[in-house]
């Protein structure tokens, strides 16, 4: 796939409330996945599911968040409460995790989860899978987001073209939401 084409472009203040309505559209990676839960209470409970930003500056490089501790990387993203905009937490991710404020371009892959629990034949419930890209148009990397030891959570920003070296995807949605932007 041409990673420099894919998505479905969208108004950057366009509200989406169902993001698997862009299924079908020329250019969005559809995908379905599943969740084994230990029990009924987990990532998915009373949510609508998980919007993922793809941030690129004009020079292609995607902006990141590491975690070096634990040798991982991944986009932006958060979970979308039932009513809630998924563009605006799309939107709302990239400023609130890094400090950069971004316009929405395209929708790339949208998606079901399915989350099982042990003992029940039938998923307990389904959450969508939403991948956006998006631009800067202003603000700056946050000064706790600039390195590992400035923030409490461990986890810093970079901008960059490919994963740093020493640093994987998690496994699930996470690396083949980098995957896909990545190539």
Request: aromatic share 4%.
């Amino acid at each position: 796939m041409d990673h420099e084409h894919i998505g479905h472009p969208i108004a950057g203040n366009e509200p989406i409330t169902d993001p698997t309505s862009y299924r079908d559209h020329s250019g969005v990676e559809s995908r379905d996945e599943r969740n084994d839960h230990d029990g009924p209470e987990h990532c998915g409970t009373g949510t609508e599911g998980r919007a993922i930003v793809d941030v690129r500056d004009e020079d292609g490089e995607h902006l990141l968040l590491v975690h070096d501790e634990v040798g991982v990387a991944i986009m932006p993203n958060e979970t979308v409460e039932p009513g809630e905009d998924w563009a605006t937490v799309a939107r709302e991710a990239a400023a609130g995790y890094t400090g950069i404020e971004i316009e929405l371009e395209a929708i790339l892959s949208v998606g079901t989860v399915e989350h099982t629990v042990p003992e029940q034949d039938d998923p307990q419930m389904t959450t969508a899978r939403a991948v956006f890209r998006g631009s800067p148009v202003g603000g700056e990397v946050d000064e706790c987001k600039r390195a590992a030891d400035k923030g409490s959570d461990e986890w810093r920003v970079e901008w960059c073209s490919e994963l740093p070296g020493g640093i994987s995807a998690p496994d699930g949605g996470p690396k083949r939401d980098l995957d896909l932007v990545l190539g």
